[in-house]
């Protein structure tokens, strides 16, 4: 299909109330987090309709997709984000030169620095945001779109920290508020960010972003412009089927729609079967990397995946585990599980594309759906 795009406005409307809502007892001025599976729609409804809605409620609005650039440091993206948006407001510069001491005629040059500290070139995160919120007397929206990456350098640790050094200070009543909303594709990772005291975004509701629903579908429907029409309630149950992922539906609709020989009364059944085929492809994918793992490797996934967030790479049990799937699955393998060994094979699953790591050790799977997909296999089986 073209590149149209299915408009969520009740649901960004809601959320922009929300995440722009002051007062008593109000959790999400410590940031919002959104958790939904791959391909589901969170950048889309972030740029398209979560955006616009902010920006329309009087809020200036700054996006930064952690997964754009994949070569590119998270805390260098979350700053260059900022210092774009700085750039387009002359003011900000005036009341930074004041503040910190900054030639005014330099801002292209300025470093956002993550420390407290401002001195030199460099300004405090917070010192920039500040001049930001006063500036614009608004409220500053950052939207934060895969934010788990920011977690796994060094750098991406200090901007988080000095995120919420900034909201702590914006949001007093001497500034116009920041806000910040985070989207990840799992849920465990994004947990990350916000379980633990020592985390920036400690206490932040973490909230399931909705999937497209039937009105998406019924869009879909409308629009799709194939010889017959397809019935919704049908399509719906496809697109569940599909984990609510829209690429599905327009593969298939293009797969039915070259099909120049399709009498338009069997269009509605090659729908079908062009769906089905597009999860069968989709999931064949992932088991063709997944069969090509060595034993160890099977096995540190399917105890991963089975695990879950009680996952601890090298435990006892754990290694017990690995040891027992190895045995059933490769009778005639005599490697035994070893820390050493099991790093490596963590190693190669990230390097795979299986299995993500945070900064400190934690390991999680990539796609949450990949557990569905071996516990439907029967890789799960005995664990
Ligand atoms: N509201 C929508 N209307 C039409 N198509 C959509 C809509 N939302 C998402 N899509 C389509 O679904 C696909 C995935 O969307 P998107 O990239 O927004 O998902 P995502 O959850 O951010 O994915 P990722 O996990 O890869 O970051 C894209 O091809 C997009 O065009
Ligand atoms: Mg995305």
């Given at each position: 299909m073209s590149m149209s795009v299915f408009h969520r406005s009740a649901l960004a409307e809601k959320m922009a109330q929300q995440v722009l809502a002051t007062g008593v007892g109000v959790s999400s001025s410590s940031g919002l987090f959104l958790a939904a599976p791959r391909r589901t729609g969170k950048s889309t409804f972030m740029r398209e309709d979560l955006r616009p809605t902010l920006s329309k409620a009087g809020a200036v609005v700054i996006y930064v997709d952690l997964w754009a650039n994949k070569q590119a440091d998270p805390g260098d993206l979350i700053a260059s984000a900022i210092r774009d948006e700085l750039s387009k407001h002359d003011g900000v510069v005036k009341r930074l030169s004041k503040s910190a001491g900054i030639d005014k005629v330099n801002l292209a040059g300025i470093g956002i620095s993550w420390s407290h500290a401002s001195l030199g070139?460099?300004?405090?995160?917070?010192?920039?945001?500040?001049?930001?919120?006063?500036?614009?007397?608004?409220?500053?929206?950052?939207?934060?779109?895969?934010?788990?990456?920011?977690?796994?350098?060094?750098?991406?640790?200090?901007?988080?920290?000095?995120?919420?050094?900034?909201?702590?200070?914006?949001?007093?009543?001497?500034?116009?508020?920041?806000?910040?909303?985070?989207?990840?594709?799992?849920?465990?990772?994004?947990?990350?960010?916000?379980?633990?005291?020592?985390?920036?975004?400690?206490?932040?509701?973490?909230?399931?972003?909705?999937?497209?629903?039937?009105?998406?579908?019924?869009?879909?429907?409308?629009?799709?412009g194939l010889s017959a029409q397809l019935e919704v309630d049908m399509v719906y149950r496809l697109f569940e089927q599909a984990a609510f992922r829209p690429e599905l539906l327009a593969a298939a609709a293009d797969h039915v729609r070259f099909d120049f020989a399709l009498e338009s009364n069997m269009v509605s059944e090659a729908f079908v079967k062009a769906v089905q085929g597009q999860i069968e492809m989709a999931d064949a994918q992932t088991m063709r990397v997944i069969d090509a793992l060595t034993p160890l490797q099977s096995s540190v996934l399917r105890v991963m995946a089975a695990k879950a967030e009680k996952y601890a790479p090298f435990d006892e049990a754990a290694m017990n585990s690995y040891a027992a799937v190895i045995k059933k699955i490769a009778p005639a393998e005599t490697l035994v599980p070893d820390v050493s060994n099991v790093q490596q094979a963590l190693a190669a699953l990230q390097d795979k594309g299986l299995v993500w790591r945070e900064k400190r050790g934690v390991y999680a799977l990539e796609e949450s759906t990949t557990a569905e997909l071996l516990r439907s296999s029967g890789f799960l089986d005995g664990l």
């Open positions: 070139k460099d300004v405090a995160l917070s010192a920039a945001l500040a001049a930001l919120s006063d500036e614009v007397k608004a409220p500053i929206a950052l939207l934060i779109d895969e934010a788990q990456h920011a977690i796994t350098t060094d750098a991406g640790f200090a901007a988080l920290f000095a995120l919420k050094a900034a909201r702590d200070e914006l949001n007093s009543s001497a500034h116009f508020g920041l806000r910040i909303v985070a989207t990840g594709s799992n849920r465990d990772k994004l947990a990350m960010l916000r379980n633990s005291k020592d985390q920036a975004f400690f206490g932040a509701p973490l909230v399931a972003f909705p999937p497209l629903g039937k009105d998406y579908v019924a869009w879909f429907c409308e629009g799709v």
